[in-house]
């Protein structure tokens, strides 16, 4: 998988106070390794194609390539976004219980898509059993055919964690630090 980065250099103001200077920095890769797996939900950003924004709380799995997966209604809004724009979405990830200040988040923009493989399907449920402790009786069969849901599989293309707070004119700015990952955790 090949992230793409949208700015060289140091945190400024002038490239959105996005770091890629430390991209391949293996504590940036670990950084974002954990908070990819100690969080259970996302929030998944989409959009109408004419530009209408929504935002959904997931409970979200994922493999050892960064993928992530949900299960949600066909009929909602959410999926119903992703089927009209060409999959395109964003992610946040991010542990919300904390004081101000000292957040630490993972951003992904990528594409998502309905997965359609009954194998694949089957893989998630024994992901979300794992992640989540509880025993589960579905299977792929309730994600497939003509089941009201379906399990979808985001790719991302560009990744980011927080970075640090930097001072510029007397105000703290909240940073991003580009990742490059290698293809599997």
């Known amino acids: 998988m090949t992230i793409a980065k949208t700015f060289t250099g ?9 770091n890629t200077a ?3 920095h293996p504590a940036v890769f670990q950084k974002a390794k954990n908070i990819l797996s100690n969080n259970l939900y996302c929030s998944l950003s989409t959009c109408t194609p004419d530009g209408e924004p929504w935002i959904s709380p997931l409970l979200f799995v994922y493999d050892e390539n960064w ?6 209604a066909i009929i909602s809004k959410h999926s119903q976004n992703i089927y009209s724009n060409g999959g395109k979405v964003a992610i946040a990830i991010y542990g919300s219980p ?5 957040g630490q988040g ?6 998502a898509q309905e ?10 449920i024994g ?8 025993a589960n009786n579905k299977t792929a ?3 497939l055919g003509d089941s009201p849901r379906r399990f979808y599989r985001f790719v991302p293309t560009q990744v980011w964690v927080t970075g640090e707070r930097i001072l510029s004119d007397g105000q703290l700015v909240d940073t991003k630090v580009g990742v490059n990952f290698p293809n599997s955790l």
């Open 10 to 18: 140091q945190a400024t103001q002038a490239n959105q106070w996005i």
């Open 22 to 24: 430390d991209s391949d």
């Open 67 to 72: 993928n992530v997966y949900w299960s949600s």
């Open 98 to 102: 904390i004081p101000e200040g000292t």
């Open 106 to 111: 993972l951003y992904l923009t990528g594409t």
């Open 115 to 124: 997965v359609e493989n009954p194998e694949v399907a089957e893989q998630i």
């Open 127 to 134: 992901w979300v059993g794992q992640r989540t402790k509880k």
């Open 141 to 143: 069969s309730d994600y």
